[in-house]
């Protein structure tokens, strides 16, 4: 890596992310119990299977990330706010890898079969990794893109928190604001090892593939088993929550600008300065994880 490279990059970490978010991690120790219901978010089958089909592909997928992420940050020792901040993402990823299994797990013991999307993901991490260094790199800051996108879409709409179920809200806040806070990370590591912006469209288009197949996948999967409780009305209105338009609806739709902000040639994550979300939602999470323990006592 020039010196040119090494002094743009030590730019965009310093100056472009705000002086107000720090990449800190941070566990949550997150747990469901029998107060659980199986259809946690808008007591919805359809939605429900679609977030934990997402939510499946978590700790595979994520340990991918960390893997990729350590294959590469020795090269940045010299932008030590880069290299720091990579360190920080690791810790972050690992801790969320560990939360989402506990929430795979008990949608497995409900009779969700996730056990086939984590196991999917077993059998095709060894062909991507597999790929060109700088490949797994680019869709290494793809895929964290999405996850970027994932936290706005939470935390911009409220009502989509105030949905979730007491027992997971929890998770989804505390998820939210760190793909937020580390959202420019793996993209700034590709920067500084890459950086060519048809490696970085490729890895866009490679990690939409994958994405959507995997979710997809489990979601097919998982509402073949609940057949007995899947309804066309349901299936309908969790369709229109996701692409229909008016309020409250047409969430992914409403998002996708922040999506293909990616294919911007001078593209860069902080340019969309999000980070007063972050500032709102730590609170509430506070709040949340104290209402959370009220409920236990009292149980």
């Known amino acids: 890596m020039n010196k040119s490279t090494t002094k743009t990059l030590s730019w965009a970490a310093k100056k472009l992310r705000p002086a107000s978010v720090n990449i800190i991690p941070k566990a949550l120790n997150i747990s469901a119990d029998e107060s659980t219901p199986n259809y946690w978010f808008y007591d919805s089958p359809f939605l429900t299977q679609f977030f934990s089909s997402f939510s499946a592909t978590f700790p595979g997928g994520e340990q991918y990330m960390i893997d990729t992420v350590r294959m590469f940050r020795d090269q940045v020792k010299d932008n030590k706010v880069l290299y720091k901040d990579c360190g920080g993402f690791i810790g972050q990823e690992a801790h969320h890898s560990r939360e989402h299994k506990v929430i795979n797990d008990f949608m497995q ?112 999967t998982s509402m073949w088993v609940d057949r007995k409780n899947m309804t066309i009305r349901d299936t309908a209105k969790g369709l229109w929550w996701m692409f229909g338009f008016g309020k409250n609806s047409g969430y992914l739709i409403k998002s996708l600008p922040f999506l293909l902000e990616y294919f911007q040639p001078d593209f860069h994550p902080w340019d969309d300065d999000n980070s007063h979300l972050i500032s709102k939602w730590r609170s509430e999470l506070d709040k949340i994880n104290v209402g959370k323990e009220k409920e236990q006592k009292a149980a």
């Open 109 to 220: 013991s409900r009779g969700f079969p996730v056990e086939s999307v984590e196991n999917m993901i077993e059998r095709i991490l060894p062909f991507f990794k597999k790929m060109r260094k700088k490949d797994q790199m680019a869709l290494t800051a793809a895929a964290e893109h999405y996850t970027a996108y994932f936290g706005d879409l939470v935390l911009s709409n409220p009502e989509v928190i105030e949905n979730v179920h007491s027992t997971i809200r929890p998770l989804f806040v505390w998820h939210a604001i760190e793909e937020i806070e580390h959202k420019a990370v793996t993209y700034d590591l590709f920067d500084a090892t890459d950086g060519e912006y048809l490696s970085r469209i490729y890895g866009f288009v490679l990690a939409s593939a994958l994405l959507g197949y995997l979710t997809t996948y489990g979601m097919a």
